[in-house]
């Protein structure tokens, strides 16, 4: 028990050094940043598809609000 608290120390300390150090939030304001649903419907209609397939269906956020001929889950 005692060999696993000191490699547990030593990889934190390793991960300290080393590892990422990213403390702070960053500021975007997304406002200036198009949506999801508004990048998907730019692609849809500049590349002329007729099909959407959507992996990773939750919570209808996007596929509801995608309005194209033949939709997929």
């Known amino acids: ?7 547990f120390k030593i990889r934190n300390l ?5 590892g990422e150090k990213f403390f702070k939030k960053l500021k975007y304001n997304w406002e200036n940043f198009p949506t ?11 590349n002329n598809f007729r099909s959407y397939l959507e992996i990773g269906y939750d919570k209808d956020y ?8 033949k939709k997929l889950v």
């Open 14 to 18: 390793f991960f300290f050094l080393f």
């Open 62 to 69: 996007l596929f509801s609000k995608v309005i194209i001929k």
């Open 36 to 46: 999801r649903v508004t990048v998907v419907k730019y692609l849809i209609k500049k």
């Open 1 to 7: 028990m005692r060999f696993e608290k000191f490699v």
